[in-house]
């Protein structure tokens, strides 16, 4: 008998000696008639090993572009409790690899989730130069759609087509790979779904990220990637090398290029030991372009992003922005007789600028302060937030583009960007439909606002703010109900919500038709992930959390006015999609900026593909995902959503100011951080570090208008 039908046979009674125990058989891995292992769903193999063997080494390997591997299959095989141990040897010239897999079912999880413990064990007598250690799983599929969360979502498609050179991209073709360092992933897995006839069918592989040991360049981390092969899709995690768009060796550091990553290798001492961890997953029966969500829910059971204990309070955060918000107040008179009043995007010595919607959000202190100034009894407040939406309601507006969110304070001048210099007498649309969107929702709240001071006995005047607000609803329901309507990105579905406000409090069904409209147009356009939500940052051009925040926003507004099963399936989709940028695990820093504060990484959000820091954004989305949380009972978004406001309330100085960026990965963005690294800087010169020069406003105004949303909804972070 050959030494692996002796395997298959005792492997096939000791799985009948638990079956007859009554131990949890069904998704442990089993062994083909090639030798390989396998993890199946619903009767369909999702995951095997590579025919090559279990384990691959690269020896004298020079990083991604030549990995040099040797293989090795294993030779025995035990079950030592609940545990599936595979092992093997790896004869070499040098020596000897002693080599296992100890393998075991997650039983707390739902879903077919396999924890694995590799071990590699280098018995030689001599040191290993540029080792590459390896894990590889094949799906049997080559066609398909892979999601490694905050860098590739279905192949990046939009960013494909407006920016190849900056973004990772994959197009199912073989000898296409995406290769990642760990610390660049906010939820560490990589994950696939494919079609078998009728059924969904998807897998994935989660990691346990972490530092290699005897790395031949500093801050060397394992990376998990996949590339695509004749017939199959590859998902691996390697100890060093990355790359993507079929360039090895490099790393993705700024917004539009890279630098070179050699040297991506280990060195391996006698009698060393190194291990890795990671998951298998398999999972069917899902709607096509959900199979992340089965991956991000592994995740999160996995990471358990759930404990607030150290982190700042709601109160000293909502205390801390307010002062801050407050010193960035201005009221004068421009050069030509303009009279001001508002929240500055900047700080008055750099620039005077009130920029509604997107980066400057000057228009969001007209609803937080109006909502925190009464529920706090602070008339202070109230008068500020009353004088920045009096004087915003007087933005330009013209038929093509809509109205100018951009007010340059010292020549008293209006535009419809705030850093693009565009003629809006060009004929062409100049405008920024994500600014308007989000300043129309502002004022929309703010009325709302009113109402119910009114109905508790205090009045403001909101007429201004209610003819601004019919003049551009009117505007967008018309332009979005006109049978030429195409949006290019998912920029529009910011205008969905205000609509929906629009249509309530001036009684306009036309409205209501405009944002039924744009949310089934963006529904077909995205759920199914052929086009991933994009274009929602306007620094970015391809898919990105902003953009799904916006359908998210859009599809759950519906929801709460229908009750319409179909919108809160969508919602759940957009809310997922933009979840998955939310970092779930504390990364690791080298010295710096972060580690002076002992910096916790759970609970922020990557901004895109493109632009790979941290920020604070998703604190702006916590209501709506706590609210999700509600309709969906699950208590698990609830906490998410406190952890998310809590955790990215670090950082903030004596003076109530945070910067834009966290540089936690080999990535910068910060002109300032680049200047001082230097014309040669390396691909590691970043990590660790932190833009706080870059004050923009929305840092603080989106924990208030989520703060005075928590206070509405009765909510206690």
């Known amino acids: 008998m050959s030494w692996v039908k002796h395997i298959l046979v005792v492997f096939a009674s000791l799985l009948c000696a638990n079956l007859h125990a009554g131990e949890q058989t069904i998704n442990k891995l089993t062994i083909n008639q090639q030798k390989q292992l396998q993890l199946i769903e619903q009767d369909q193999v999702v995951l095997t090993t590579p025919v090559e063997g279990l384990w691959s080494i690269g020896h004298q390997a020079k990083g991604l572009s030549e990995l040099n591997y040797t293989h090795a299959n294993f030779n025995k095989v035990e079950l030592v409790a609940d545990w599936q141990i595979f092992s093997g040897e790896m004869v070499t010239d040098q020596g000897t690899w002693q080599l296992s897999d100890s393998c075991q079912q997650v ?49 990046n498609p939009s960013a494909k087509k407006n920016n190849p050179n900056a973004i990772a991209h994959l197009s199912q073709q073989p000898g296409e790979f995406a290769q990642f360092e760990e610390h ?25 990220p972490s530092q290699i040991m005897g790395g031949n360049r500093a801050d060397l981390w394992w990376s998990a990637g996949m590339q695509y092969r004749a017939g199959k899709s590859e998902i691996r995690l390697l100890s060093g090398p990355i790359g993507y768009n079929k360039q090895a060796d490099r790393a993705k550091v700024y917004q539009f290029s890279s630098l070179p990553y050699a040297n991506a290798t280990i060195r391996v001492k006698p009698n060393s030991t190194i291990e890795k ?25 996995i990471f358990q992003p759930f404990n607030t204990q150290g982190l700042p309070s709601f109160k000293q955060i909502v205390a801390n922005k307010t002062r801050f918000l407050l010193t960035r107040y201005m009221q004068g008179t421009s050069s030509n007789g303009v009279e001001y009043a508002g929240f500055n995007m900047f700080d008055h010595n750099y620039r005077q600028q009130l920029v509604m919607g997107w980066a400057g959000q000057s228009d969001a202190p007209g609803y937080a302060l109006l909502a925190l100034g009464h529920l706090n009894n602070k008339q202070e407040w109230i008068n500020k937030a009353k004088a920045s939406l009096d004087f915003l309601a007087q933005a330009k507006f013209d038929s093509l583009n809509g109205f100018t969110v951009n007010f340059n304070a010292k020549p008293g001048t209006w535009t419809h960007h705030a850093f693009k210099k565009l003629d809006p007498t060009s004929g062409k649309y100049i405008g920024d439909p994500v600014s308007q969107g989000q300043a129309m929702y502002m004022f929309a709240k703010a009325i709302q606002f009113a109402k119910r001071m009114a109905k508790e006995g205090k009045t403001i005047d909101t007429s201004q703010w209610q003819q601004f607000l019919l003049k551009v609803a009117d505007y967008h329901s018309q332009r979005i109900l006109q049978a030429s309507w195409q949006p290019e990105s998912t920029n529009q579905a910011f205008l969905v919500a205000p609509l929906v406000l629009a249509s309530q409090l001036f009684e306009n069904p036309i409205y209501f038709q405009a ?12 759920i199914d992930m052929n086009e991933p939500y994009w274009g929602g940052t306007l620094d970015a051009t391809g898919e990105d959390k902003e953009g799904a925040w916006g359908a998210f926003q859009a599809f759950l507004t519906m929801y709460q006015v229908t009750k319409q099963p179909k919108y809160l399936a969508w919602a759940k989709h957009a809310a997922e999609v ?37 920020d604070v954004y998703g604190v702006l989305t916590t209501p709506a995902i706590y609210q999700l949380g509600e309709y969906l009972q699950d208590d698990q978004l609830k906490q998410l959503a406190k952890v998310m406001y809590l955790s990215c309330g670090q950082l903030i100085d004596p003076y109530g100011s945070q910067g834009e960026q966290i540089q936690q990965t080999n990535f910068a963005q910060s002109k300032h951080n680049i200047s001082q690294a230097g014309e040669n800087a390396a691909a590691d010169s970043y990590r660790g570090g932190y833009s706080e020069e870059w004050t923009v406003l929305w840092i603080t105004t989106h924990f208030l208008t989520s703060a005075a949303m928590f206070e509405e909804m009765g909510v206690e972070l």
């Open 184 to 208: 660049r992933l906010s939820m560490p897995y990589v994950s696939l779904e494919w079609q078998n006839k009728q059924s969904m069918f998807g897998a994935a592989v989660h990691t346990i």
């Open 578 to 614: 933009m979840l998955s940028y939310t970092v779930v695990w504390d990364i690791d820093m080298p010295a710096g900026r972060l580690t002076d504060h002992g910096f916790k990484s759970t609970g922020w959000t990557a901004v895109s593909p493109q632009n790979q820091h941290l």
């Open 277 to 301: 961890v990671y998951y298998l997953q398999a999972y069917s029966g899902f709607n096509k372009g959900a199979g992340f969500s089965e991956a991000m829910q592994a995740s999160l059971a």
């Open 107 to 155: 039983n707390e999880f739902a879903g077919a989730l396999i924890k694995c413990i590799r071990r590699y064990h280098w018995t030689g007598q001599q040191t290993l130069e540029n080792v590459v250690l390896s894990v590889r799983w094949q799906t049997p599929q080559q066609y398909t759609q892979v999601v490694m969360p905050s860098v590739v979502y279905h192949g």
């Open 515 to 526: 944002a039924v409209k744009a949310s089934e147009h963006y529904a077909n356009r995205h």
